[in-house]
């Protein structure tokens, strides 16, 4: 069973940085896509950035790309997201998430970011 476990959120004023981990256990191959989805109050969750454990892809969302990076380790088991650049509206609960080709959709039970000055 993949388990997942994120660290790192906090208050940040605007135009700020903060770093994201998420350290997974449980992998038994490489066969998924590992990254960051978020929620806002009162709002759906949306994708952050994921990236893809066998071919080092990433996606990000519309509203991150250029703010955002998310990288790994060699082992492909835990996932950064930098963010920087911070903005009001970028204040969420922040997720780690696994989707593994054959066994689905995993999560974290989240880390909140608060942005505001």
């Known amino acids: 069973q993949i388990q997942l476990v994120e660290s790192g959120g906090g208050l940040v004023q605007p135009g700020g940085s903060l770093t994201l981990s998420c350290v997974g256990s449980g992998f038994t191959d490489r066969r998924y896509a590992m990254g960051w989805y978020r929620q806002a109050p009162g709002k759906e969750r949306e994708l952050v950035a994921l990236a893809s454990a066998v071919s080092g892809s990433t996606r990000y969302g519309d509203s991150v790309r250029d703010r955002f990076t998310i990288s790994s380790d060699n082992a492909k088991t835990t996932v950064y997201l930098q963010m920087n650049s911070l903005k009001p509206e970028d204040t969420a609960v922040y997720y780690c998430?696994?989707?593994?080709?054959?066994?689905?959709?995993?999560w974290g039970k989240g880390t909140l970011v608060i942005v505001s000055s």
């Open positions: 998430n696994v989707v593994h080709l054959d066994t689905g959709d995993y």
